[in-house]
């Protein structure tokens, strides 16, 4: 079992950065294989990037390449999604996920993951 608490949501003009961070607790090998999706209302859950400890591959969708970074800090289990260069395209509901699954459906497809956090907000607006 693994537990996420997520922060750094807000607001932002477009252009801005934000950094988001997710703290997991629990099973270390579940919180091996995280992640971090977003979704806007009636919309389907979208990966956007997802950092896999098995010899810390990274993945990252093709609308978010270039501008957010996915980083982790072993020591204190934490996951970060660095975003520069936000637009009004990037405001969502951002979710990080646990305990991927390797050989599942992929990194960055929501039903590889088995916990996630409750969410943080990030608007762009100016």
């Known amino acids: 079992l693994v537990q996420l608490a997520e922060s750094g949501g807000g607001t932002v003009q477009p252009g801005g950065s934000l950094i988001l961070s997710c703290a997991a607790s629990g099973n270390k090998f579940e919180s091996s294989y995280m992640a971090w999706f977003r979704q806007t209302t009636g919309q389907e859950r979208e990966g956007v990037a997802a950092h896999w400890n098995d010899g810390g591959h990274v993945y990252y969708a093709d609308s978010v390449k270039g501008r957010f970074t996915i980083t982790r800090d072993e020591a204190r289990d934490t996951v970060y999604l660095q975003m520069t260069n936000l637009s009004t395209d990037d405001a969502a509901t951002y979710y990080c996920?646990?305990?991927?699954?390797?050989?599942?459906?992929?990194?960055?497809?929501?039903?590889?993951?088995?916990?996630w956090g409750q969410g943080t907000q990030v608007i762009v607006s100016s």
């Open positions: 996920a646990s305990g991927g699954i390797p050989g599942g459906p992929g990194p960055l497809v929501s039903a590889s993951y088995l916990y």
